[in-house]
């Protein structure tokens, strides 16, 4: 009888320190373990949703966080987000809108509250949330995550034009 062995999936975690350099680090070091598997197609959108993952938790919290990429199918990776804070920013937790502008305004859109997280949400194929409060004793924090494959790297070059 033949034996089917599991597909070679890989996973890999970075702790950063609550640093305004953190999402450099995370872009960098998540480029490169994309470009070593052959899925360098993925890159450019998988490090904006990272660099905007670090960027939330930095200037929500005031400890580390831990990011993990993990290869869920051929052509599909997730990006997930642990910190210490339980609360879960409102994009996670609302359909995704990008905020409208009124015409004839020069309001940038990059400095609309959470706007970050909405692209994110706009880019993934798949998101969700998990907050730990005060279920167990000693551990609090939340994970955000999401999934991205070849056509979420459409929507970010599509956003970004």
Not at 75 to 96: G, M
Request: hydrophobic share 40%; with cysteine; aromatic share 6%.
């Amino acid at each position: 009888m033949a034996t089917v062995s599991p597909e070679n999936r890989w996973s890999y975690s970075l702790t950063l320190p609550h640093d305004p350099r953190s999402a450099r680090v995370a872009r960098i070091t998540l480029r490169c373990m994309l470009e070593s598997h052959g899925m360098a197609e993925l890159a450019d959108v998988t490090t904006l949703i990272a660099s905007e993952l670090v960027t939330s938790s930095y200037l929500s919290t005031d400890g580390p966080a831990e990011v993990r990429l993990k290869q869920v199918a051929a052509d599909r990776v997730r990006i997930s987000l642990w910190d210490k804070s339980p609360e879960i920013p409102a994009p996670f937790d609302r359909p995704a809108r990008l905020p409208r502008r009124k015409p004839g305004s020069d309001a940038d859109v990059a400095n609309v509250p959470d706007t970050g997280l909405l692209i994110v949400r706009q880019c993934a194929v798949s998101w969700g949330s998990w907050s730990v409060g005060e279920e167990f004793p000693g551990v609090t924090g939340k994970l955000l995550w999401c999934e991205v494959n070849r056509e979420s790297g459409r929507v970010a070059l599509r956003m970004a034009a």
